[in-house]
Protein backbone atom coordinates (compact mmCIF):
# COMPACT_ATOMS: atom_id res chain seq x y z
CA UNK A 1 0.00 0.00 0.00
CA UNK A 2 2.77 2.19 0.85
CA UNK A 3 4.34 1.60 -2.25
CA UNK A 4 1.48 2.41 -4.59
CA UNK A 5 -0.14 5.40 -2.58
CA UNK A 6 3.49 6.65 -2.66
CA UNK A 7 3.64 7.13 -6.46
CA UNK A 8 1.79 9.99 -5.83
CA UNK A 9 2.54 13.22 -4.69
CA UNK A 10 5.77 13.36 -5.67
CA UNK A 11 7.41 16.64 -5.03
CA UNK A 12 8.57 18.30 -1.71
CA UNK A 13 5.80 19.67 0.37
CA UNK A 14 3.18 17.29 -1.38
CA UNK A 15 1.02 14.93 0.60
CA UNK A 16 0.78 11.43 -0.87
CA UNK A 17 -2.70 10.52 -1.34
CA UNK A 18 -4.79 6.88 -2.22
CA UNK A 19 -8.14 5.54 -2.65
CA UNK A 20 -8.50 1.88 -1.44
CA UNK A 21 -10.90 0.15 -3.61
CA UNK A 22 -12.91 -2.88 -2.06
CA UNK A 23 -15.39 -5.25 -4.24
CA UNK A 24 -16.14 -7.15 -1.15
CA UNK A 25 -16.66 -7.11 3.12
CA UNK A 26 -13.71 -9.52 3.67
CA UNK A 27 -11.97 -6.86 1.10
CA UNK A 28 -13.65 -4.39 3.62
CA UNK A 29 -12.11 -5.48 6.84
CA UNK A 30 -8.64 -6.44 5.40
CA UNK A 31 -8.09 -3.02 4.06
CA UNK A 32 -9.18 -1.32 7.37
CA UNK A 33 -6.50 -2.87 8.84
CA UNK A 34 -3.43 -2.80 6.44
CA UNK A 35 -4.83 1.34 6.35
CA UNK A 36 -4.62 1.26 10.38
CA UNK A 37 -1.04 -0.83 10.45
CA UNK A 38 0.03 2.06 7.40
CA UNK A 39 -0.46 5.49 9.53
CA UNK A 40 0.79 3.46 12.65
CA UNK A 41 4.06 2.43 10.87
CA UNK A 42 3.95 -1.04 11.34
CA UNK A 43 5.44 -2.04 8.23
CA UNK A 44 5.63 -5.95 7.70
CA UNK A 45 8.82 -7.56 8.45
CA UNK A 46 11.53 -8.21 5.76
CA UNK A 47 11.94 -11.90 5.00
CA UNK A 48 16.57 -11.71 4.36
CA UNK A 49 17.39 -15.22 2.66
CA UNK A 50 19.77 -16.90 4.27
CA UNK A 51 22.78 -18.94 2.86
CA UNK A 52 21.04 -18.84 -0.69
CA UNK A 53 23.41 -21.59 -3.02
CA UNK A 54 22.60 -20.20 -6.53
CA UNK A 55 23.68 -16.23 -5.24
CA UNK A 56 26.74 -18.17 -3.59
CA UNK A 57 27.29 -20.11 -6.65
CA UNK A 58 27.78 -17.02 -8.60
CA UNK A 59 30.11 -15.03 -6.50
CA UNK A 60 32.35 -18.03 -5.80
CA UNK A 61 32.59 -17.52 -9.78
CA UNK A 62 33.30 -14.43 -9.61
CA UNK A 63 36.04 -14.32 -7.41
CA UNK A 64 37.50 -17.04 -9.84
CA UNK A 65 36.92 -14.64 -12.66
CA UNK A 66 39.07 -11.63 -10.07
CA UNK A 67 42.26 -13.78 -9.60
CA UNK A 68 43.67 -16.60 -11.36
CA UNK A 69 44.06 -19.48 -8.37
CA UNK A 70 41.60 -18.53 -5.17
CA UNK A 71 41.83 -20.86 -2.28
CA UNK A 72 38.56 -21.98 -0.91
CA UNK A 73 39.51 -20.98 2.55
CA UNK A 74 39.93 -17.43 1.65
CA UNK A 75 35.69 -17.78 -0.30
CA UNK A 76 34.60 -18.83 2.73
CA UNK A 77 36.16 -16.41 5.01
CA UNK A 78 35.05 -13.21 2.66
CA UNK A 79 32.11 -15.01 1.86
CA UNK A 80 31.31 -14.84 6.04
CA UNK A 81 31.37 -11.51 6.15
CA UNK A 82 27.94 -10.67 4.56
CA UNK A 83 25.56 -11.43 7.24
CA UNK A 84 23.64 -13.81 5.10
CA UNK A 85 26.04 -16.44 5.00
CA UNK A 86 27.65 -15.48 8.39
CA UNK A 87 27.28 -19.18 9.32
CA UNK A 88 27.84 -21.01 6.39
CA UNK A 89 29.00 -24.07 7.05
CA UNK A 90 32.58 -25.22 4.93
CA UNK A 91 30.40 -28.51 3.64
CA UNK A 92 28.10 -26.40 1.91
CA UNK A 93 30.83 -24.53 0.40
CA UNK A 94 32.77 -27.25 -1.19
CA UNK A 95 29.24 -28.79 -1.93
CA UNK A 96 28.40 -25.37 -4.41
CA UNK A 97 32.07 -25.68 -5.77
CA UNK A 98 31.43 -29.46 -6.59
CA UNK A 99 28.38 -28.37 -8.30
CA UNK A 100 29.97 -25.74 -10.25
CA UNK A 101 33.17 -28.01 -11.26
CA UNK A 102 30.36 -30.47 -12.82
CA UNK A 103 29.05 -28.16 -14.94
CA UNK A 104 32.49 -27.03 -16.01
CA UNK A 105 32.60 -23.60 -14.93
CA UNK A 106 36.00 -24.20 -12.06
CA UNK A 107 38.69 -26.23 -11.64
CA UNK A 108 39.21 -27.27 -8.36
CA UNK A 109 42.46 -28.71 -7.48
CA UNK A 110 43.84 -29.02 -3.97
CA UNK A 111 41.63 -27.03 -2.29
CA UNK A 112 42.55 -24.07 -4.76
CA UNK A 113 39.40 -23.03 -7.57
CA UNK A 114 40.40 -22.16 -11.19
CA UNK A 115 38.49 -20.66 -13.47
CA UNK A 116 37.05 -22.42 -16.80
CA UNK A 117 36.01 -20.71 -19.72
CA UNK A 118 32.14 -21.30 -19.58
CA UNK A 119 32.32 -19.45 -15.88
CA UNK A 120 32.65 -16.20 -17.94
CA UNK A 121 29.41 -16.74 -20.03
CA UNK A 122 28.01 -17.83 -16.99
CA UNK A 123 28.85 -15.01 -15.19
CA UNK A 124 27.64 -12.00 -17.32
CA UNK A 125 24.56 -13.87 -17.81
CA UNK A 126 23.21 -14.40 -14.46
CA UNK A 127 23.80 -10.79 -13.10
CA UNK A 128 20.32 -10.45 -11.68
CA UNK A 129 18.17 -13.20 -9.55
CA UNK A 130 15.02 -11.93 -10.95
CA UNK A 131 14.04 -14.53 -13.35
CA UNK A 132 13.16 -14.05 -17.22
CA UNK A 133 9.17 -14.73 -17.09
CA UNK A 134 7.31 -15.55 -20.14
CA UNK A 135 4.00 -14.36 -21.12
CA UNK A 136 1.37 -16.21 -22.60
CA UNK A 137 -1.53 -14.83 -25.09
CA UNK A 138 -4.35 -15.96 -24.68
CA UNK A 139 -6.41 -16.21 -27.73
CA UNK A 140 -10.17 -16.88 -27.86
CA UNK A 141 -11.04 -19.42 -30.48
CA UNK A 142 -14.60 -18.13 -31.15
CA UNK A 143 -13.40 -14.81 -32.50
CA UNK A 144 -9.55 -15.67 -32.86
CA UNK A 145 -8.45 -12.14 -30.51
CA UNK A 146 -6.25 -11.77 -28.07
CA UNK A 147 -7.69 -11.39 -24.95
CA UNK A 148 -4.57 -10.80 -22.44
CA UNK A 149 -1.98 -12.63 -21.14
CA UNK A 150 -1.02 -15.00 -18.67
CA UNK A 151 2.32 -15.46 -17.10
CA UNK A 152 4.82 -18.26 -17.07
CA UNK A 153 4.53 -19.19 -13.04
CA UNK A 154 0.15 -19.63 -13.92
CA UNK A 155 0.61 -21.58 -17.44
CA UNK A 156 3.42 -23.95 -15.69
CA UNK A 157 1.85 -24.68 -11.68
CA UNK A 158 -1.82 -24.38 -12.53
CA UNK A 159 -2.79 -24.60 -16.41
CA UNK A 160 -3.78 -27.44 -18.19
CA UNK A 161 -6.06 -28.65 -20.39
CA UNK A 162 -9.41 -28.43 -19.13
CA UNK A 163 -8.91 -26.09 -16.30
CA UNK A 164 -11.40 -22.90 -16.07
CA UNK A 165 -9.84 -19.41 -15.38
CA UNK A 166 -10.90 -15.59 -15.07
CA UNK A 167 -9.60 -12.81 -16.42
CA UNK A 168 -11.09 -9.18 -17.17
CA UNK A 169 -13.84 -10.61 -15.47
CA UNK A 170 -15.08 -13.62 -17.55
CA UNK A 171 -14.48 -17.61 -16.99
CA UNK A 172 -12.47 -19.36 -19.90
CA UNK A 173 -11.38 -22.83 -20.22
CA UNK A 174 -8.29 -23.71 -21.61
CA UNK A 175 -8.35 -26.08 -25.16
CA UNK A 176 -4.79 -25.73 -25.41
CA UNK A 177 -1.10 -24.96 -24.74
CA UNK A 178 1.05 -23.39 -27.57
CA UNK A 179 4.73 -22.24 -27.59
CA UNK A 180 3.54 -18.62 -26.68
CA UNK A 181 -0.51 -18.59 -26.57
CA UNK A 182 -3.29 -20.04 -24.91
CA UNK A 183 -6.36 -21.65 -27.04
CA UNK A 184 -9.42 -21.21 -24.75
CA UNK A 185 -13.06 -20.77 -25.22
CA UNK A 186 -15.73 -19.16 -22.76
CA UNK A 187 -17.34 -21.09 -19.85
CA UNK A 188 -20.91 -20.10 -19.22
CA UNK A 189 -20.63 -21.71 -15.87
CA UNK A 190 -18.05 -19.63 -13.84
CA UNK A 191 -18.20 -21.71 -10.24
CA UNK A 192 -14.60 -23.41 -10.00
CA UNK A 193 -12.64 -20.96 -12.24
CA UNK A 194 -9.33 -19.73 -10.39
CA UNK A 195 -8.31 -16.53 -11.32
CA UNK A 196 -5.34 -15.88 -13.83
CA UNK A 197 -3.73 -13.42 -11.81
CA UNK A 198 -3.12 -15.46 -9.01
CA UNK A 199 0.75 -15.77 -9.42
CA UNK A 200 0.92 -12.20 -8.82
CA UNK A 201 -1.16 -11.22 -5.46
CA UNK A 202 0.73 -10.05 -2.97
CA UNK A 203 0.35 -12.58 0.11
CA UNK A 204 -1.88 -11.79 3.15
CA UNK A 205 0.70 -11.57 5.99
CA UNK A 206 -0.17 -13.10 9.54
CA UNK A 207 -0.45 -10.26 11.49
CA UNK A 208 -2.76 -8.58 9.16
CA UNK A 209 -4.99 -11.82 9.00
CA UNK A 210 -4.94 -12.17 12.71
CA UNK A 211 -6.08 -8.14 13.09
CA UNK A 212 -9.07 -9.16 10.93
CA UNK A 213 -9.71 -11.60 12.97
CA UNK A 214 -9.64 -9.26 15.97
CA UNK A 215 -11.82 -6.68 13.90
CA UNK A 216 -14.54 -9.54 13.87
CA UNK A 217 -14.82 -10.64 17.48
CA UNK A 218 -15.14 -6.84 18.38
CA UNK A 219 -18.22 -6.50 15.39
CA UNK A 220 -20.19 -9.51 16.63
CA UNK A 221 -20.45 -7.49 20.29
CA UNK A 222 -21.02 -3.94 21.46
CA UNK A 223 -17.62 -1.35 20.67
CA UNK A 224 -16.79 1.78 20.44
CA UNK A 225 -18.13 3.10 17.05
CA UNK A 226 -16.69 6.54 16.79
CA UNK A 227 -13.16 4.89 18.25
CA UNK A 228 -13.34 2.61 15.25
CA UNK A 229 -14.01 5.01 12.84
CA UNK A 230 -11.53 6.98 13.54
CA UNK A 231 -8.91 4.39 13.86
CA UNK A 232 -9.51 2.52 11.10
CA UNK A 233 -10.07 5.50 8.42
CA UNK A 234 -13.60 4.33 6.88
CA UNK A 235 -16.89 5.79 7.21
CA UNK A 236 -20.41 4.49 8.38
CA UNK A 237 -21.46 2.92 5.04
CA UNK A 238 -18.72 0.71 5.07
CA UNK A 239 -18.70 -0.35 8.90
CA UNK A 240 -22.45 -0.70 8.38
CA UNK A 241 -21.31 -3.09 5.46
CA UNK A 242 -19.00 -4.94 7.45
CA UNK A 243 -20.76 -5.22 10.44
CA UNK A 244 -24.06 -6.85 8.88
CA UNK A 245 -21.39 -9.27 6.79
CA UNK A 246 -20.19 -10.57 10.33
CA UNK A 247 -23.97 -10.29 12.14
CA UNK A 248 -25.41 -12.51 9.25
CA UNK A 249 -22.62 -15.37 9.75
CA UNK A 250 -22.78 -14.90 13.67
CA UNK A 251 -26.96 -15.68 12.95
CA UNK A 252 -26.31 -18.73 10.91
CA UNK A 253 -22.95 -19.99 12.22
CA UNK A 254 -19.78 -19.38 14.10
CA UNK A 255 -17.42 -16.31 13.52
CA UNK A 256 -13.92 -17.14 13.14
CA UNK A 257 -11.56 -15.09 14.78
CA UNK A 258 -7.90 -14.71 15.84
CA UNK A 259 -8.43 -17.16 18.79
CA UNK A 260 -10.97 -19.03 17.61
CA UNK A 261 -10.63 -21.94 14.29
CA UNK A 262 -14.05 -22.72 13.16
CA UNK A 263 -14.18 -26.26 11.07
CA UNK A 264 -17.65 -26.05 8.82
CA UNK A 265 -18.84 -29.39 7.14
CA UNK A 266 -20.87 -28.55 3.96
CA UNK A 267 -21.86 -31.92 2.13
CA UNK A 268 -18.39 -32.90 1.17
CA UNK A 269 -16.15 -30.26 2.04
CA UNK A 270 -15.28 -28.87 5.24
CA UNK A 271 -13.94 -24.93 5.41
CA UNK A 272 -11.37 -24.74 7.61
CA UNK A 273 -12.15 -21.27 9.30
CA UNK A 274 -8.25 -19.78 10.21
CA UNK A 275 -6.70 -16.08 10.14
CA UNK A 276 -3.99 -17.05 9.27
CA UNK A 277 -3.31 -15.62 5.98
CA UNK A 278 -1.71 -16.36 2.76
CA UNK A 279 1.39 -18.11 3.49
CA UNK A 280 0.16 -20.15 6.80
CA UNK A 281 -2.74 -21.14 5.81
CA UNK A 282 -1.44 -22.56 2.57
CA UNK A 283 1.05 -24.37 4.63
CA UNK A 284 -1.59 -25.83 6.17
CA UNK A 285 -3.51 -27.08 3.28
CA UNK A 286 -0.59 -28.56 2.07
CA UNK A 287 -0.08 -30.93 5.34
CA UNK A 288 -3.11 -31.72 6.45
CA UNK A 289 -4.39 -32.18 2.67
CA UNK A 290 -1.27 -34.98 2.31
CA UNK A 291 -2.04 -36.97 5.14
CA UNK A 292 -5.71 -37.32 4.96
CA UNK A 293 -4.88 -38.23 1.21
CA UNK A 294 -2.80 -40.91 2.91
CA UNK A 295 -5.30 -41.98 5.05
CA UNK A 296 -7.94 -42.22 2.08
CA UNK A 297 -5.96 -43.25 -0.62
CA UNK A 298 -7.67 -40.54 -2.58
CA UNK A 299 -7.22 -37.13 -3.40
CA UNK A 300 -8.57 -35.01 -0.79
CA UNK A 301 -8.98 -31.74 -3.00
CA UNK A 302 -8.25 -27.81 -1.44
CA UNK A 303 -8.67 -24.53 -2.23
CA UNK A 304 -7.17 -21.76 -0.23
CA UNK A 305 -7.22 -17.95 0.66
CA UNK A 306 -6.17 -15.98 3.91
CA UNK A 307 -8.87 -16.59 5.56
CA UNK A 308 -10.38 -20.05 4.73
CA UNK A 309 -9.30 -23.19 3.54
CA UNK A 310 -11.66 -26.04 1.87
CA UNK A 311 -10.94 -29.41 2.04
CA UNK A 312 -13.04 -31.56 -0.38
CA UNK A 313 -13.63 -35.38 0.91
CA UNK A 314 -13.17 -38.15 -2.18
CA UNK A 315 -15.81 -39.94 -0.44
CA UNK A 316 -18.52 -37.34 -0.80
CA UNK A 317 -18.78 -37.19 2.84
CA UNK A 318 -17.00 -34.53 5.11
CA UNK A 319 -15.41 -35.02 8.16
CA UNK A 320 -14.72 -32.16 9.75
CA UNK A 321 -13.39 -34.11 13.39
CA UNK A 322 -10.93 -35.57 10.89
CA UNK A 323 -9.40 -32.76 9.98
CA UNK A 324 -9.14 -32.03 13.62
CA UNK A 325 -7.61 -34.99 14.70
CA UNK A 326 -5.20 -34.92 11.86
CA UNK A 327 -3.72 -31.58 13.07
CA UNK A 328 -3.63 -32.99 17.25
CA UNK A 329 -1.80 -35.98 16.44
CA UNK A 330 1.06 -34.19 14.11
CA UNK A 331 3.94 -33.85 15.86
CA UNK A 332 5.28 -30.59 14.80
CA UNK A 333 8.72 -31.65 14.42
CA UNK A 334 7.50 -33.32 11.34
CA UNK A 335 5.90 -30.23 9.65
CA UNK A 336 9.30 -29.31 7.40
CA UNK A 337 10.26 -32.80 6.69
CA UNK A 338 6.31 -33.47 5.51
CA UNK A 339 6.30 -30.05 3.61
CA UNK A 340 9.42 -31.13 1.52
CA UNK A 341 8.10 -34.64 0.54
CA UNK A 342 4.96 -33.03 -0.98
CA UNK A 343 6.41 -30.00 -2.55
CA UNK A 344 8.74 -32.19 -4.40
CA UNK A 345 5.65 -33.43 -6.34
CA UNK A 346 4.48 -29.82 -7.22
CA UNK A 347 4.13 -28.23 -10.14
CA UNK A 348 5.52 -25.36 -8.52
CA UNK A 349 8.40 -26.84 -6.93
CA UNK A 350 9.69 -28.01 -10.52
CA UNK A 351 8.65 -24.76 -12.53
CA UNK A 352 10.88 -23.31 -9.61
CA UNK A 353 13.53 -25.58 -10.11
CA UNK A 354 14.07 -24.53 -13.67
CA UNK A 355 14.49 -20.89 -12.75
CA UNK A 356 17.16 -22.14 -9.94
CA UNK A 357 18.87 -23.89 -12.56
CA UNK A 358 18.87 -21.42 -14.52
CA UNK A 359 21.11 -18.92 -12.21
CA UNK A 360 22.91 -21.67 -11.09
CA UNK A 361 24.37 -21.85 -14.56
CA UNK A 362 22.97 -25.85 -15.23
CA UNK A 363 20.88 -24.88 -17.73
CA UNK A 364 20.71 -22.02 -20.34
CA UNK A 365 18.51 -18.91 -19.68
CA UNK A 366 17.06 -19.28 -23.03
CA UNK A 367 15.69 -23.04 -22.23
CA UNK A 368 12.21 -23.06 -22.63
CA UNK A 369 10.78 -25.38 -19.36
CA UNK A 370 7.83 -26.38 -21.73
CA UNK A 371 10.61 -27.65 -23.90
CA UNK A 372 12.10 -30.27 -21.32
CA UNK A 373 10.89 -33.17 -18.48
CA UNK A 374 10.49 -31.73 -15.72
CA UNK A 375 10.19 -34.80 -13.88
CA UNK A 376 13.15 -35.96 -15.39
CA UNK A 377 14.77 -32.29 -14.19
CA UNK A 378 13.49 -33.40 -10.97
CA UNK A 379 15.37 -36.69 -10.81
CA UNK A 380 18.85 -35.38 -12.54
CA UNK A 381 19.07 -32.46 -9.58
CA UNK A 382 17.93 -34.56 -6.55
CA UNK A 383 20.42 -34.35 -3.75
CA UNK A 384 22.08 -31.28 -4.79
CA UNK A 385 22.70 -27.87 -3.58
CA UNK A 386 20.20 -27.17 -6.96
CA UNK A 387 17.46 -28.95 -5.56
CA UNK A 388 17.88 -28.17 -1.58
CA UNK A 389 18.06 -24.31 -3.10
CA UNK A 390 14.64 -24.94 -4.93
CA UNK A 391 13.05 -26.13 -1.91
CA UNK A 392 14.75 -23.11 0.87
CA UNK A 393 13.34 -20.72 -1.38
CA UNK A 394 9.58 -22.30 -1.30
CA UNK A 395 9.61 -22.71 2.10
CA UNK A 396 10.15 -18.70 2.67
CA UNK A 397 8.20 -17.42 -0.13
CA UNK A 398 5.25 -19.32 -0.52
CA UNK A 399 4.89 -21.57 2.71
CA UNK A 400 5.89 -20.70 6.70
CA UNK A 401 6.11 -23.92 8.36
CA UNK A 402 7.31 -22.08 11.63
CA UNK A 403 4.09 -20.15 12.39
CA UNK A 404 2.02 -23.40 11.86
CA UNK A 405 3.96 -25.15 14.05
CA UNK A 406 3.44 -22.24 16.78
CA UNK A 407 -0.61 -22.64 15.47
CA UNK A 408 -0.46 -25.79 15.70
CA UNK A 409 0.71 -25.81 19.00
CA UNK A 410 -1.69 -23.53 20.66
CA UNK A 411 -4.63 -25.44 19.15
CA UNK A 412 -3.27 -28.32 21.00
CA UNK A 413 -2.89 -26.19 24.47
CA UNK A 414 -6.54 -24.97 24.25
CA UNK A 415 -5.08 -21.41 23.42
CA UNK A 416 -6.90 -21.55 20.04
CA UNK A 417 -10.50 -22.09 20.71
CA UNK A 418 -11.67 -25.10 18.22
CA UNK A 419 -15.28 -24.95 17.49
CA UNK A 420 -16.97 -27.61 14.23
CA UNK A 421 -20.46 -26.62 13.30
CA UNK A 422 -22.49 -28.68 10.59
CA UNK A 423 -24.20 -26.42 7.75
CA UNK A 424 -26.96 -27.39 5.91
CA UNK A 425 -26.51 -23.58 3.64
CA UNK A 426 -23.42 -22.31 2.72
CA UNK A 427 -22.38 -19.81 5.59
CA UNK A 428 -21.88 -15.83 5.28
CA UNK A 429 -17.72 -16.38 5.26
CA UNK A 430 -18.09 -19.89 3.39
CA UNK A 431 -19.75 -18.13 0.51
CA UNK A 432 -16.69 -16.83 -0.83
CA UNK A 433 -15.36 -20.13 -1.69
CA UNK A 434 -17.84 -22.24 -1.68
CA UNK A 435 -20.24 -20.10 -4.18
CA UNK A 436 -18.33 -17.98 -6.03
CA UNK A 437 -14.96 -19.06 -5.58
CA UNK A 438 -13.79 -16.37 -3.99
CA UNK A 439 -13.81 -13.68 -6.68
CA UNK A 440 -16.80 -11.71 -6.73
CA UNK A 441 -15.67 -9.72 -9.96
CA UNK A 442 -17.13 -12.35 -12.56
CA UNK A 443 -19.32 -10.82 -15.47
CA UNK A 444 -22.64 -12.75 -15.51
CA UNK A 445 -24.23 -12.20 -18.88
CA UNK A 446 -27.99 -12.57 -18.87
CA UNK A 447 -27.71 -14.76 -21.54
CA UNK A 448 -23.83 -16.12 -22.22
CA UNK A 449 -24.13 -18.86 -24.55
CA UNK A 450 -26.24 -16.56 -26.53
CA UNK A 451 -22.99 -13.73 -26.56
CA UNK A 452 -20.75 -16.79 -27.67
CA UNK A 453 -23.03 -17.37 -30.39
CA UNK A 454 -23.65 -14.11 -31.63
CA UNK A 455 -19.47 -13.90 -31.89
CA UNK A 456 -19.07 -17.13 -33.63
CA UNK A 457 -21.58 -16.26 -35.92
CA UNK A 458 -19.82 -12.70 -37.11
CA UNK A 459 -16.35 -14.62 -37.28
CA UNK A 460 -17.77 -17.21 -39.57
CA UNK A 461 -19.78 -14.87 -41.71
CA UNK A 462 -16.62 -13.05 -41.93
CA UNK A 463 -14.42 -15.55 -43.45
CA UNK A 464 -13.89 -15.53 -47.39
CA UNK A 465 -13.99 -18.87 -48.70
CA UNK A 466 -13.69 -20.09 -52.36
CA UNK A 467 -16.28 -21.76 -54.36
CA UNK A 468 -15.01 -23.79 -57.19
CA UNK A 469 -17.89 -24.94 -59.52
CA UNK A 470 -17.09 -28.71 -60.22
CA UNK A 471 -18.95 -28.49 -63.57
CA UNK A 472 -17.23 -25.31 -65.30
CA UNK A 473 -14.28 -25.04 -62.93
CA UNK A 474 -15.23 -21.52 -62.16
CA UNK A 475 -14.14 -20.30 -59.14
CA UNK A 476 -14.98 -17.08 -56.89
CA UNK A 477 -13.48 -16.28 -53.80
CA UNK A 478 -16.65 -14.60 -51.38
CA UNK A 479 -17.18 -13.69 -47.84
CA UNK A 480 -19.95 -16.08 -46.20
CA UNK A 481 -22.09 -13.98 -45.89
CA UNK A 482 -22.25 -12.48 -49.47
CA UNK A 483 -23.11 -16.16 -50.44
CA UNK A 484 -27.13 -16.95 -51.30
CA UNK A 485 -28.90 -19.39 -48.80
CA UNK A 486 -28.74 -21.84 -52.13
CA UNK A 487 -25.57 -20.66 -54.75
CA UNK A 488 -25.08 -21.98 -58.13
CA UNK A 489 -22.53 -20.97 -60.36
CA UNK A 490 -22.20 -18.09 -62.16
CA UNK A 491 -20.94 -19.06 -64.95
CA UNK A 492 -22.70 -22.40 -65.72
CA UNK A 493 -25.79 -22.43 -63.47
CA UNK A 494 -24.58 -25.68 -61.98
CA UNK A 495 -25.62 -25.99 -58.05
CA UNK A 496 -22.43 -28.24 -57.65
CA UNK A 497 -19.72 -26.24 -56.01
CA UNK A 498 -16.81 -26.99 -53.88
CA UNK A 499 -16.30 -24.59 -50.88
CA UNK A 500 -12.27 -25.06 -50.21
CA UNK A 501 -10.03 -22.72 -48.17
CA UNK A 502 -8.65 -19.64 -49.97
CA UNK A 503 -5.01 -20.91 -51.29
CA UNK A 504 -5.85 -23.56 -51.58
CA UNK A 505 -4.35 -24.26 -55.00
CA UNK A 506 -3.61 -27.87 -54.77
CA UNK A 507 -6.98 -29.14 -55.06
CA UNK A 508 -8.05 -26.51 -57.90
CA UNK A 509 -5.19 -28.12 -59.89
CA UNK A 510 -6.87 -31.84 -59.23
CA UNK A 511 -10.36 -31.09 -60.13
CA UNK A 512 -8.57 -29.13 -63.28
CA UNK A 513 -6.13 -32.27 -64.25
CA UNK A 514 -9.36 -34.70 -63.49
CA UNK A 515 -11.70 -33.21 -65.89
CA UNK A 516 -8.83 -33.20 -68.30
CA UNK A 517 -8.97 -36.64 -68.09
CA UNK A 518 -5.41 -36.85 -66.91
CA UNK A 519 -4.44 -39.54 -64.28
CA UNK A 520 -4.53 -38.56 -60.71
CA UNK A 521 -2.00 -39.77 -58.53
CA UNK A 522 -2.84 -40.69 -54.66
CA UNK A 523 -2.76 -37.33 -53.58
CA UNK A 524 -4.59 -35.44 -56.08
CA UNK A 525 -7.50 -38.02 -56.04
CA UNK A 526 -7.96 -37.66 -52.20
CA UNK A 527 -7.83 -34.02 -52.76
CA UNK A 528 -10.73 -34.68 -55.59
CA UNK A 529 -13.22 -36.66 -53.17
CA UNK A 530 -12.74 -34.38 -50.70
CA UNK A 531 -13.76 -31.75 -53.16
CA UNK A 532 -16.55 -33.93 -54.22
CA UNK A 533 -18.35 -34.48 -50.68
CA UNK A 534 -18.26 -30.80 -50.23
CA UNK A 535 -19.43 -29.96 -53.61
CA UNK A 536 -22.66 -32.50 -52.21
CA UNK A 537 -22.97 -31.19 -48.96
CA UNK A 538 -22.91 -27.58 -50.61
CA UNK A 539 -25.96 -29.13 -52.66
CA UNK A 540 -28.04 -30.19 -50.31
CA UNK A 541 -27.54 -27.40 -47.65
CA UNK A 542 -26.92 -24.84 -48.75
CA UNK A 543 -25.17 -21.48 -47.40
CA UNK A 544 -25.21 -23.90 -43.62
CA UNK A 545 -22.72 -25.89 -45.23
CA UNK A 546 -20.27 -23.52 -46.63
CA UNK A 547 -20.74 -21.74 -42.81
CA UNK A 548 -19.70 -25.33 -41.37
CA UNK A 549 -16.68 -25.59 -43.34
CA UNK A 550 -15.39 -22.21 -43.11
CA UNK A 551 -14.68 -23.08 -39.21
CA UNK A 552 -11.57 -23.96 -37.63
CA UNK A 553 -10.61 -27.83 -38.09
CA UNK A 554 -13.88 -28.96 -39.84
CA UNK A 555 -13.44 -30.35 -43.13
CA UNK A 556 -15.98 -32.25 -45.46
CA UNK A 557 -16.28 -35.43 -43.25
CA UNK A 558 -16.57 -33.51 -40.43
CA UNK A 559 -18.87 -30.93 -41.65
CA UNK A 560 -21.33 -34.15 -42.69
CA UNK A 561 -21.68 -35.33 -39.29
CA UNK A 562 -22.21 -31.98 -38.34
CA UNK A 563 -24.84 -31.16 -40.85
CA UNK A 564 -26.49 -34.72 -40.71
CA UNK A 565 -27.93 -33.46 -37.25
CA UNK A 566 -30.11 -31.35 -39.05
CA UNK A 567 -30.06 -28.41 -36.39
CA UNK A 568 -33.94 -27.10 -35.68
CA UNK A 569 -32.46 -23.46 -36.00
CA UNK A 570 -29.07 -21.82 -37.07
CA UNK A 571 -28.31 -21.02 -32.73
CA UNK A 572 -28.24 -25.40 -33.11
CA UNK A 573 -25.93 -25.55 -35.91
CA UNK A 574 -23.81 -22.82 -33.94
CA UNK A 575 -23.37 -24.69 -31.07
CA UNK A 576 -22.78 -28.07 -32.86
CA UNK A 577 -20.03 -26.01 -35.06
CA UNK A 578 -18.44 -24.79 -31.88
CA UNK A 579 -18.06 -27.88 -29.81
CA UNK A 580 -16.64 -29.31 -32.90
CA UNK A 581 -13.62 -26.36 -33.14
CA UNK A 582 -13.27 -27.00 -29.23
CA UNK A 583 -12.24 -30.46 -29.78
CA UNK A 584 -10.10 -29.67 -32.71
CA UNK A 585 -7.77 -27.53 -31.15
CA UNK A 586 -7.87 -30.08 -27.78
CA UNK A 587 -6.73 -32.93 -30.19
CA UNK A 588 -4.85 -31.67 -33.00
CA UNK A 589 -1.31 -32.28 -31.41
CA UNK A 590 -2.27 -35.94 -31.68
CA UNK A 591 -2.85 -35.46 -35.99
CA UNK A 592 0.35 -36.47 -38.09
Not at 18 to 39: K, N
Request: aromatic share 6%.
Amino acid sequence: LIQRVGRSGHRTGRTSKGVVVTVDADDVLESMVIARRTTGEEIEQTLVPERSFDVLAHQITGMCLEEPLVPASRILSIVRRSHPYRDLASGDLLRVVRQLESQDMVWLDQATLRRKRAAWQYYFENLSTIPDVKKFRIVNIVNNQAIGTLDEEFVATRAERGTAFITKGEAWSILDIEENKVLVSPVVDPVGAIPGWIGEMIPVPYEVAQEVGRLRALLSGEFDQEKLLADYHIDKGELSLVKRYVKSQLKESSVATDRKLVLEAYRDKVVFHGCYGTKANETIARIVAALLTARFGAAVGVKVDPYRIVFTFPDGSAKPELVLQTIMDLDTQHIVPVLEIVMKRTSLFKWRLVHVAKRFGAMRRDVDYQSISLDRLAMVFEETPLFEETLREIMLEKLDPGRVASIFEDIKLGQIQVEIVQSNEVSPFASPVLMHEGFSDIISAESPMMEIMSILRRRLMAKRMKLVCMNCLASRKLKVEEVEDSPKCWECGSKVLAAIRVGDVQTEEALRHRNEGGRLNPAQKELAEKARLSADLVSEYGKRAIMTMAARGIGPQTAARVLSKLQASEDDLLRDIFSQEKLYVRTRRFWD
